[in-house]
């Protein structure tokens, strides 16, 4: 059976800055994405990766071009249906974590799922919770933890949806060694587990290795798509 596609790009390209002060930051982007794969993007600073992460996520527009989730063009929806949209199909984890401070623990990996009108949303967080180790500190504030658990209570937020794919922007990037390789095991155990496809970027070679194919940007134009041997 052929692999089926989960996302994939149509001459997709952005530009950025004033009306006369246009900065192309992606060029002609066209890129597939199956279900189930693991795929890393790798490239130097500056090169477009996080403006091509927020595009496949449907948390920016490109300037032209498309983007196609399951054939479904979502370039073209609205605010809302792409609130909806995201909210229904996408895991996002950043490199500063995107914790909302003002929520426990509890609350913050809960609160997509109420958010979808889920009334035992906070049963669901403490499932997760318990998954990744953090059950001691439902009740802690974001700032009570360190990195790596601030980092393990995004990705609780992003699977609890249970979303067709994570997109992990620099996940491991604030983070030192030992709690890097933590993350990095909870994130691949768990995208195995579900079936989730994974978009990792990083700058760790050893580490895009791991996933099945790496795309590399330079100046927003891919130069290499190639499977990983192993
Ligand atoms: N809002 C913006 N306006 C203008 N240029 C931007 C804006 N955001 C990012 N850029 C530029 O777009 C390019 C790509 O940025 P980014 O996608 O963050 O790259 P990467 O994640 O690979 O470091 C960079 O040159 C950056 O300076
Ligand atoms: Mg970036």
């Not at 600073?45 to 403006?51: A, D, L």
């Not at 091509?52 to 929806?77: A, C, D, N, R, Y």
């Not at 992990?168 to 030192?176: H, I, R, S, V």
Request: net charge negative; hydrophobic share 40%.
């Amino acid at each position: 059976m052929a692999p089926k596609k989960l996302i994939h790009t149509e001459n997709l390209s952005l530009e950025l800055g004033s009306k006369d002060n246009k900065v192309k930051i992606l060029n002609d982007i066209n890129l597939t994405i199956f279900a189930k794969e693991k795929l890393s993007i790798i490239g130097p600073s500056g090169s477009g990766k996080t403006s091509l992460m927020m595009i496949l996520s449907g948390l920016m527009t490109p300037t032209s071009g498309g983007v196609l989730f399951q054939e479904q063009p979502i370039h073209k929806l609205n605010e809302d249906e792409l609130a909806q949209f995201r909210q229904e199909h996408i895991g996002i984890v950043f490199q500063n974590f995107h914790l909302i401070p003002s929520l426990t623990v509890l609350q913050n990996v809960a609160f997509p799922l109420a958010l979808s009108g889920v009334d035992d949303a906070e049963e669901e967080a403490k499932n997760w919770l318990e998954k990744l180790g953090l059950i001691k500190r439902i009740s802690h504030m974001p700032t009570q933890l360190s990195g790596g658990e601030q980092q393990r209570v995004a990705l609780a937020r992003a699977l609890i949806m249970k979303p067709s794919i994570i997109l992990a922007d620099e996940p491991t990037g604030n983070l030192d060694q030992k709690n890097g390789n933590i993350i990095t095991e909870l994130l691949f155990d768990m995208v195995n587990d579900f079936d989730t496809a994974l978009v990792l970027i990083t700058h760790d070679e050893a580490l895009a290795q791991k996933t099945d194919r790496i795309i590399q940007l330079v100046d927003g134009t891919v130069t290499e798509d190639s499977a990983v041997n192993r």
